[in-house]
T-cell receptor, first 114, second 115 residues
Framework: AQSVAQPEDQVNVAEGNPLTVKCTYS??????LFWYVQYPNRGLQFLLK??????LVKGSYGFEAEFNKSQTSFHLKKPSALVSDSALYFC????????????FGSGTRLLVRP | KAGVTQTPRYLIKTRGQQVTLSCSPI?????VSWYQQTPGQGLQFLFE???????NKGNFPGRFSGRQFSNSRSEMNVSTLELGDSALYLC??????????????FGEGSWLTVV
C-alpha cells in the first residue's frame, strides 16, 4: 500500500533554533512531494513541493525541504524557528498517474517555545 | 488572484439530513479534489474531478457524491448524514496541464457538525 509516514506526533523547539520535521514515503514511481501547514480552524496552506531537480527545495516563510531518494525521505527544515511557526504540518505525496490524489502523513504538531 | 473558495464555512445538520458543500477553484484550474479531515482518520481522499469527469474516488460509501460543472466549480453531497460524518471537508484545486500547474492549493474548508 502507498503511504506517507511522519514518525513524530510533536516536535518541540526553542525560538531561534533550527527545526526539522521528518517525512518518509512509500509511494511507487516518482511522486511529487508536498508540505502543507495548518493553523487552528484553517485549511491547508502550501509551503513547498518537490517535483524534480535540486534536492533542496526552498519554500514560503523561510522553510526548505531536503529530498533524499535513496532514503525516500522529504524532511522539512528551517534554520531559525519562530513562535508563529507553531502549527500542524503535513507531508503528502502525489502520483501523476491514474490516482490523482494526495496521500497524506498523519501530521506533526510543531511547538516553538519563546 | 483569488484562492480556493469553499462555502459554507460552518454548518450544523441533524442525523438523516443531507448536505451540499460548494467549492470554487482558483481561476483557470480544472482539477478539483475533495478531502475529509477528522482527528481519528486524518486526511482522507474523497474524489477528484477534471473537466467535469470524475477520475478517482476514495473509499467512502455511496452516500458521498460529487460533481463538477463546466466552469470547474464543484459540489459534494452527503446524504443520510451520520454522526461520524462530522469533519472538516477540504477542497483543493490545481492547474494540471498548465505551466507551473502542479501545485495543489486548498481552501479554508467547510466544518460540518452532525448532531
Amino acid at each position: 500500500a502507498q503511504s506517507v509516514a511522519q514518525p513524530e506526533d510533536q516536535v518541540n523547539v526553542a525560538e531561534g533554533n533550527p527545526l526539522t520535521v521528518k517525512c518518509t514515503y512509500s509511494v511507487s514511481g516518482n511522486p511529487y512531494l508536498f508540505w502543507y501547514v495548518q493553523y487552528p480552524n484553517r485549511g491547508l496552506q502550501f509551503l513547498l513541493k518537490y517535483i524534480t531537480g535540486d534536492n533542496l527545495v526552498k519554500g514560503s516563510y523561510g522553510f526548505e525541504a531536503e529530498f533524499n531518494k535513496s532514503q525516500t525521505s522529504f524532511h522539512l527544515k528551517k534554520p531559525s524557528a519562530l513562535v508563529s511557526d507553531s502549527a500542524l504540518y503535513f507531508c503528502a505525496a502525489f502520483r501523476m498517474d491514474s490516482s490523482y490524489k494526495l496521500i497524506f502523513g498523519s501530521g506533526t504538531r510543531l511547538l516553538v517555545r519563546p | 488572484k483569488a484562492g480556493v473558495t469553499q462555502t459554507p464555512r460552518y454548518l450544523i445538520k441533524t442525523r438523516g439530513q443531507q448536505v451540499t458543500l460548494s467549492c470554487s477553484p482558483i481561476s483557470g484550474h480544472r482539477s478539483v479534489s475533495w478531502y475529509q479531515q477528522t482527528p481519528g482518520q486524518g486526511l482522507q481522499f474523497l474524489f477528484e474531478y477534471f473537466s467535469e469527469t470524475q477520475r478517482n474516488k476514495g473509499n467512502f460509501p455511496g452516500r458521498f457524491s460529487g460533481r463538477q460543472f463546466s466552469n470547474s466549480r464543484s459540489e459534494m453531497n452527503v446524504s443520510t448524514l451520520e454522526l461520524g460524518d462530522s469533519a472538516l471537508y477540504l477542497c483543493a484545486s490545481s492547474g494540471e496541464g498548465t505551466v507551473g500547474g502542479n501545485t495543489i492549493y486548498f481552501g479554508e474548508g467547510s466544518w460540518l457538525t452532525v448532531v
